[in-house]
T-cell receptor, first 112, second 113 residues
Framework: GQGVEQPDNLMSVEGTFARVNCTYS??????LSWYQQREGHAPVFLSY????GLKDSGHFSTFLSRSNGYSYLLLTELQIKDSASYLC?????????????FGLGTRVSVFP | EAAVTQSPRNKVAVTGGKVTLSCNQT?????MYWYRQDTGHGLRLIHY???????EKGDIPDGYKASRPSQENFSLILELATPSQTSVYFC????????????FGKGTRLTVV
C-alpha cells in the first residue's frame, strides 16, 4: 500500500524556524513534493526532491532520506505570512500516471 | 504565467441534479487532474487525463465522470449529485505525467443540498 503521514499542527515564533515532518510508505518511491496551502486557497508548489540529502532553496529547504521513508520541510526566519498548511506528496513509479499521493497536511501557525 | 482557471467558484446544487465543473489551463500541459479536498481526507484524486480525448479513473471515481475535449479543457461531471459530494474541488495541470510539479486552480466549493 501507499501512505503519507504528517503531524496535524505545528506552532512556532516569528523569526525562528519550523520543521515539518513527513513519513511515507510506497512500493516504488519516485520523488516527493512539498506544497503550501493558505486557508481558502489552492496548493502552491514549493519543492521537489528525489535524491537523499538536504536541498537548500533559501527560505524553504527540504531533506530526504529514502531508506527511512522520511522527509522534512524546513522554514527558516519565519514570518507571520508563513502561517499555512504544508502538504507532502509522494510519487510512486508503480502508479506513475496518477501523479501524487498527498498527506493531510501540517498546519503551521507562526506567532509574533 | 501558468494559469489554471476553474468555474464556477461556488455552486449550490440539489440532490439528484447534474453538476458540471469546468477547468481551463493555458500551460499547454498534457496532464490534468481533478481532486477533491475534505477535512480529514486531504486531496484525493478523482479523475485524470493524459491529453485531449483521454480520461482515466483516479482513486475515488465513483459518482463522477470526466471529459477532456481539448488540451485546454477538462470537466468534471456529477450526473446525480449527492450530499456526500459536498466538497472543495481542485483542478490541476502538470507537464510531467508523474506530477513532479502540479499547478492548481483556485478551487470550486460545491454544496449539494
Amino acid at each position: 500500500g501507499q501512505g503519507v503521514e504528517q503531524p496535524d499542527n505545528l506552532m512556532s515564533v516569528e523569526g525562528t524556524f519550523a520543521r515539518v515532518n513527513c513519513t511515507y510508505s510506497t512500493s516504488g518511491f519516485n520523488g516527493l513534493s512539498w506544497y503550501q496551502q493558505r486557508e481558502g486557497h489552492a496548493p502552491v508548489f514549493l519543492s521537489y526532491v528525489v535524491l537523499d540529502g538536504l536541498k537548500d532553496s533559501g527560505h524553504f529547504s527540504t531533506f530526504l532520506s529514502r531508506s527511512n521513508g522520511y522527509s522534512y520541510l524546513l522554514l527558516t526566519e519565519l514570518q507571520i505570512k508563513d502561517s499555512a498548511s504544508y502538504l507532502c506528496a509522494v510519487r510512486d513509479q508503480n502508479n506513475y500516471a496518477q501523479g501524487l499521493t498527498f498527506g493531510l497536511g501540517t498546519r503551521v501557525s507562526v506567532f509574533p | 504565467e501558468a494559469a489554471v482557471t476553474q468555474s464556477p467558484r461556488n455552486k449550490v446544487a440539489v440532490t439528484g441534479g447534474k453538476v458540471t465543473l469546468s477547468c481551463n489551463q493555458t500551460n499547454n500541459h498534457n496532464n490534468m487532474y481533478w481532486y477533491r479536498q475534505d477535512t480529514g481526507h486531504g486531496l484525493r484524486l478523482i479523475h485524470y487525463s493524459y491529453g485531449a480525448g483521454s480520461t482515466e479513473k483516479g482513486d475515488i471515481p465513483d459518482g463522477y465522470k470526466a471529459s477532456r475535449p481539448s488540451q485546454e479543457n477538462f470537466s468534471l461531471i456529477l450526473e446525480l449529485a449527492t450530499p456526500s459530494q459536498t466538497s472543495v474541488y481542485f483542478c490541476a495541470s502538470g507537464r510531467d505525467r508523474g506530477g513532479t510539479e502540479v499547478f492548481f486552480g483556485k478551487g470550486t466549493r460545491l454544496t449539494v443540498v
